[in-house]
């Protein structure tokens, strides 16, 4: 099982980007799929859920309203979009499979996001 | 949401030392708590689940207990691979927060 994060870069305040989330070695649509960042010096901070089928979603109060995700199960990719960054969202981006029993088992490597005028 | 406190916030140990880290939550969370190793320019590390389940191939080394609002974190003969920050986590509630994590230096 492995997930690759990528759309990660240096981005100025105010402005949008996406992250994708791409999966390979398991059934990517049996699983919901959470993002979790790290910013420089700080500890981890989750930050999305989206369930197995896309049917929910639930974002922490810091990214809600400026973040939405979307999956594609057929290509086994998951995104995020952010909108409106603020500095205070620059932080490695990891994406993990989970599921209610295992909690949070595999994780991606991570990609950066910057947030810098 | 729920606020995990570990403690200590930092840890100094030695090679061969067994060392526990202890996470407690602010409102039950029954056994849904999971434990993770993270280092410096590395995906975190999935160790444990409903609190005392180690992750597949995980060594046995490590070791979580604990139900309800307090849980702990135990890691025997320490290696120098050992030597990174602990990260517990509640999955009982959304927002599935972290503790603040626990920092194990030699």
């Known amino acids: 099982a492995q997930l690759v994060e990528s759309g990660g870069g240096v981005v100025q305040p105010g402005r949008s980007l996406r992250l994708s989330c791409s999966a390979s070695g398991f059934m990517f649509s049996t699983y919901a799929i959470y993002w979790v960042r790290q910013a420089p010096g700080k500890g981890l901070e989750w930050v999305a859920v989206m369930a197995h089928d896309g049917s929910t979603e639930n974002y922490a109060v810091s990214v809600r309203g400026r973040c939405a995700m979307s999956r594609d199960n057929a290509n086994k990719t998951l995104f995020l979009q952010m909108h409106s960054l603020r500095p205070e969202d620059s932080a490695t981006y990891y994406c993990a499979r989970g599921d209610n029993y295992f909690g949070l088992d595999v994780w991606g490597q991570g990609t950066t996001v910057t947030v810098s005028s | 949401d729920i606020h995990l406190t570990q403690s200590p916030s930092s840890l100094s140990a030695s090679v061969g030392d067994r060392v526990t880290i202890t996470c407690r939550a602010s409102e039950a969370i029954g056994h849904y708590l999971a434990w993770f190793q993270k280092k410096p320019g590395k995906a975190p590390e999935a160790l444990i689940y409903t609190a005392s389940r180690l992750q597949s191939g995980v060594p046995s080394k490590f070791s979580g207990s604990g139900s309800g609002t307090d849980f702990t974190l135990t890691i025997s003969s320490l290696q120098p691979e050992d030597f990174a920050t602990y990260y517990c986590?509640?999955?009982?509630?959304?927002?599935?927060?972290f503790g603040q994590g626990t920092r194990l230096e030699i």
């Open positions: 986590q509640q999955y009982d509630t959304f927002p599935y927060t």
